[in-house]
């Protein structure tokens, strides 16, 4: 089965990772770059858009490429390509545009703001500093 390191960033700037492993993954499945998903999947309510990923090798999805598969393509700019001085394009290894079992990474931008995490690491800051510590003079 599928399994996916979803990085997801809010309106704020935040972001989290959080790993997705079998039936969790399967919504994810065969959306395209650019389509909306339910944030259920995450544990979020909200909607999450796709705007990018990569596969286990580190090659990245272009939303310009259609399909799941791997291919070479002629880029100016863009995703795929750094370094291309003014006229220059450069066939490069890309990934098309839709999730498939391939997919390691997905990144998505979430409609709201990510929940602080710093709340349940506070409460667990206090719960160290009540409890006395041993062999302190």
Known sequence: ???????????????????????????????????EAG????????????????????????????GAARKYVLLSKGVGLQDAEKGQRVRKLVRGNTISEETYQVNCRYDGELPAADDEQADDDDAEASQPEEGKN
């Not at 599928?2 to 039936?23: C, H, N, R």
């Open 1 to 35: 089965m599928a399994s996916f390191k979803v990085t997801i960033s809010d309106i704020k700037g935040k972001s989290i990772s959080k790993e997705l492993k079998d039936s969790d993954a399967v919504p994810l499945l065969g959306l395209q770059l650019g389509d």
């Open 39 to 66: 944030a259920d999947a995450v544990g979020l309510s909200g909607v999450l858009t796709l705007t990018g990923g990569s596969d286990k090798s580190g090659v990245p999805m272009r939303s310009d490429v259609h």
